[in-house]
């Protein structure tokens, strides 16, 4: 608790280590003025509540008046804050003056009234302190009057009659004049010096330390690596270090300026940095850089040796020249390639340009039948063949794989007439050496191109882009064809029917529609699964035409037949009730039985389900080329073999043979529509068809006419002998739940 209360007082009177230290003058005059106050209300305590007393037993009111005014000026001075300081000097002294005016003024004996002069002769002290020199002089030379009162030695006469004197009057004043002088004072000046002394004290260590800084700047300046030098404003060398004077040493002549060591094209400026080579050796190269200070008119200039860095900037230089002949040449044709042609393509805008994207169509060919290496022989002797037989206003380029492009003036060639300038231009064959001792080989050149106007193009590959569009579009028969714009909405309506089928594939759009088979009684027999995509977004169900086209040409025959299968066991697995219980038939084209991953899964599931070898059949269309394929006859027979039941659809519009029908190890065969829709009224599909009946009856296997669609192709059908049908006649396809509504209410 002491040392907190210890601890409280120096906060207040800040003589703590961290005030004492500080060169703040507001700090230690706030505590000269704290500590006079202090000690001051302390010391005096006992004279006030005296006098006081003595003051009201003798009924002298106006003293207790003037001694409680003092004690409350006093208190109030001490309570203001840190930046109050000029009203707490202005409040000491305020106090010193009345006081001594007082005391002066109104005792009677006149040696209790010295004790005011001599009060205001501490105003010279207390005004330095708190005021400055100035203050203290004015004090000084004020102090010229109470020392005349003091020369003159009579009492004055007391002011309006006040006299406050006490019995104890005398010692009041001699006890007051002993604490100011022996206890206020000297205690403010200890404060003062105390600064002083930890001012003084930190001066000598920052003195030692910057004299040990400056020893140490004065090892390096002259040990350093870096030539420096302090130069007056001409340029004179005044001092140097070691580094600096070597080099002044090895220089030629005695030299004096700076302008003589170094071969500078411009007098030194502060702060600008200049590259300058020895005059005594020019392959030393300098950067001369001038300090930013200029301090009593002399320069301090720093001299870097930057001649290995100029030599490994030569390098530099030098390997971005390779670089840039690398990154912008092709080295087998030795022609600039597509990037220098995207480099310099802004300034070909300039003029009006056809560019023509060139492929080699046939390169492929020659690398299979002759090999890659003579494959890039035919391309650089083609390269050199075009550049000898275009005009040099014709810039040609080598793009990647077999591709070239050129770029020829419009006002020598315009697009209507391309095709015939190409025709004109471009080598047919070219004559290819080959090993030694055996003769060249002569090859034709098989060209395609695309070709555009620049104009309307400000990036070159949205232009590469269009040229490479054009080379799409060409065939065989029009291997030159110029960019079309409706050919680009053309791609990317195809782009985003492509993307949008592939979408709804993979987030289970499909539907499964069904098409029922019937007998001859009208009984349902079983389904035909054919796959539709919902697309819930547009509210549309797509028919076949418009994402089959899509799945052939993308290859997702795998894809789509896997959620065609997994869907319709799903349906089977969860049947509706009330629906007949009858197989349903999935179509098979053919490329997914020839994935080892989807054909080993499809005869595991047949192999380890009897539920599906008797709920499930497979159509094969024999429309499909790989129908007739060895290894799909094969897989085929090792379903069959498993109990899967296996159907030819589109019987007869195909390429099987009869071998290859007996091959396919199918057990019903399907009589196309195309020979089922004329039987009416023809007579050569009707005998097309009794024979196909025959056919099937002869091998043992089950027919099922499709495409019936009226009541007379079924009663011609029924006299041929056919026992199943399917066909729009019994039911166009519909969903699962159509049939449900419908066969549900006839079971009814």
């Known amino acids: 608790m002491l040392t907190g209360i210890t601890n409280a007082i120096k906060q207040y009177l800040l003589l703590d280590q961290k005030h004492l230290k500080t060169p703040d003058e507001n700090t230690w005059k706030l505590s000269v003025l704290r500590l006079i106050l202090t000690s001051g209300v302390i010391l005096t305590s006992a004279i006030v509540i005296h006098s006081s007393y003595a003051a009201y037993t003798q009924n002298l009111y106006y003293v207790l008046v003037m001694t409680f005014s003092f004690s409350a000026l006093l208190w109030g001075a001490m309570s203001l804050s840190k930046d109050r300081i000029a009203f707490t000097s202005a409040s000491l002294t305020i106090t010193i003056v009345l006081a001594g005016f007082c005391i002066l003024f109104f005792t009677h004996e006149l040696a209790s009234a010295r004790y005011g002069l001599l009060l205001f002769f501490t105003l010279p002290i207390i005004l330095r302190l708190c005021y400055g020199n100035k203050a203290a002089v004015a004090g000084m030379l004020l102090n010229i009057i109470p020392f005349v009162i003091l020369l003159i030695n009579q009492p004055l006469a007391p002011l309006l009659g006040i006299d406050m004197s006490l019995p104890g009057t005398y010692i009041y004043l001699s006890s007051l004049v002993f604490l100011f002088f022996n206890f206020c004072l000297p205690v403010a000046v200890i404060r003062v010096l105390t600064s002083l002394e930890k001012q003084s004290q930190l001066n000598r260590e920052q003195s030692k330390k910057l004299g040990t800084v400056v020893k140490r700047y004065q090892e390096i300046f002259n040990n350093g690596g870096t030539p420096s030098f302090f130069c007056n404003q001409q340029g004179k060398i005044l001092h140097a270090n070691k580094s600096g004077r070597k080099l002044m040493q090895n220089a030629p002549a005695d030299c004096s300026f700076i302008y003589e060591l170094f071969a500078l094209t411009k007098p030194l400026a502060a702060e600008e940095t200049e590259i300058a080579a020895l005059r005594s050796d020019t392959n030393a190269i300098y950067k001369i850089q001038p300090a930013s200070l200029v301090h009593h008119k002399k320069q301090l200039i720093h001299c870097f040796d930057i001649s290995h860095t100029t030599a490994a900037d030569k390098k530099i230089g030098l390997l971005k020249r390779k670089h840039f002949t690398r990154h912008y040449s092709d080295a087998l044709t030795e022609l600039k390639n597509h990037h220098f042609w995207s480099h310099q393509f802004p300034q070909s805008l300039e003029h009006d340009h056809t560019v023509i994207l060139l492929k080699l169509a046939n390169l492929k060919d020659i690398n299979l039948q002759y090999s890659f290496s003579v494959g890039d022989q035919v391309l650089a002797n083609v390269a050199a063949l075009l550049r000898n037989q275009l005009s040099s206003s014709v810039n040609l380029y080598r793009f990647p794989g077999a591709k070239f492009l050129l770029c020829v003036n419009t006002d020598q060639s315009s697009t209507e007439n391309i095709p015939d300038w190409l025709n004109r231009h471009l080598p047919a064959t070219v004559t290819q050496p080959m090993e030694k001792g055996k003769d060249g080989i002569l090859i034709n050149l098989q060209w395609r191109s695309g070709y555009c106007n620049t104009s309307g193009f400000t990036s070159a590959a949205l232009l590469a882009e269009a040229c490479a569009i054009g080379l799409s579009q060409t065939t065989q028969s029009q291997p030159f064809e110029q960019y079309d714009s409706k050919v680009v909405k053309l791609i990317r309506q195809d782009t985003r029917n492509k993307d949008r089928i592939k979408r709804l594939l993979d987030e289970g759009s499909l539907a499964l529609w069904l098409q029922s088979q019937v007998d001859d009684l009208h009984n349902v027999t079983g389904f035909e699964v054919l796959a539709r995509l919902d697309d819930p977004v547009n509210k549309e169900i797509l028919q076949p035409y418009q994402f ?144 196909t009946l025959e056919l099937a009856n002869t091998l043992d296997m089950k027919t099922i006419a499709e495409g019936v669609e009226t009541e007379a192709q079924l009663t011609l059908l029924k006299q041929m002998g056919f026992t199943c049908f399917q066909g729009y006649f019994f039911g166009k396809p519909a969903p699962i739940g159509h049939w449900s509504e419908g066969l549900g209410s006839k079971a009814m």
């Not at 799945?551 to 009330?578: M, R, Y």
């Not at 994935?595 to 595991?604: I, P, Q, S, T, V």
């Not at 080329?625 to 030819?648: C, M, P, Q």
């Open 548 to 691: 089959l086209p899509q799945i052939e040409k993308n290859k997702w025959h795998i894809l789509f037949t896997q959620k065609v299968l997994d869907k319709a066991i799903l349906l089977l697995e969860s049947w509706p009730v009330g629906l007949p219980d009858v197989p349903l038939a999935v179509n098979l084209s053919g490329p997914e039985l020839l994935d080892d991953a989807f054909y080993e899964k499809l005869l595991r599931r047949f192999s380890e389900s009897r539920f599906l070898r008797d709920k499930l059949k497979l159509e094969l269309t024999e429309t499909s080329v790989l129908a007739s394929h060895d290894e799909t006859k094969k897989r085929l027979t090792s379903l069959a073999n498993v109990g899967a039941t296996i159907i030819i659809d589109d019987f007869g519009t195909g390429h099987a043979s009869l071998s290859q029908l007996i091959d396919l190890s199918a057990s019903v065969l399907k009589v196309d529509r195309e020979f089922v829709d004329r039987i009416e009224s023809s007579e050569r599909h009707r005998k097309i068809v009794k024979m």
